[in-house]
């Protein structure tokens, strides 16, 4: 299988993604690090996002060996990743409805916490772009778990190789990203 896909998303992280800095950057998940992956600089970007959907269709997800009717996560970092995915499955003729994983339930209207057809699925891949402890992308697992929707594999952009990877596979996901931290530096 080609890699062309990783490939040039490489350069991308590299060139636009990736910093380090003396002083640490503080991260989603209250641990402080000189290395920082801003993957909103692929995920916002139509060009970047395009590549990107495509190297998790047709890279990464054959990977896993699974079939599944819905991708989501926790939102913000999972919400273009779900879309992405979702259209670029569409042009090929497949199914998978996009789910939004709230941090918490709305206020107001119906007080849903997902957004999206999940009434409609019974499995979904769950998606982040960053992975450290794992602990949003298990916010959102619990939450689709609690509505009955099956959830045991999921992919990432960046796996920071800080312990998340191991939260997930405790709690019954397999993760499977398309970098890691170690690649560079």
């Known amino acids: 299988m080609s890699q062309k896909f990783r490939d040039q998303l490489l350069v991308w992280m590299k060139s636009h993604v990736y910093r ?4 640490p950057f503080r991260l989603a998940s209250g641990l402080e690090s000189h290395h920082y992956f801003n993957c ?13 959907a495509e190297c998790f269709v047709e890279e990464i997800i054959p990977k896993l ?12 970092g999972a919400d273009p990743l779900a879309y992405s995915i979702a259209l670029s499955y569409q042009k090929r003729g497949k199914l998978v409805y996009p789910l939004v994983v709230r941090k918490e339930a709305k206020g107001h209207g ?17 998606v982040d772009d960053v992975i450290t402890t794992g602990g949003s992308t298990l916010k959102a697992v619990q939450v689709l778990r609690e509505v009955g929707i099956s959830v045991t594999k999921g992919i990432c952009i960046l796996n920071r190789e800080e312990g998340g990877a191991e939260n997930l596979e405790n709690a019954g996901i397999q993760m499977e ?6 690649e560079f530096f």
């Open 20 to 23: 380090y800095s003396e002083t």
């Open 40 to 52: 909103k600089e692929v995920t916002l970007h139509p060009e970047r996002l395009t590549i990107l």
């Open 65 to 76: 060996g699974i079939e599944f009717q819905a991708v989501g996560g926790l939102t913000l």
């Open 110 to 126: 119906t007080g849903q916490q997902i957004e999206g057809f999940w009434k409609e699925v019974k499995s979904c891949l769950v």
């Open 177 to 182: 990203s398309i970098f890691r931290k170690s």
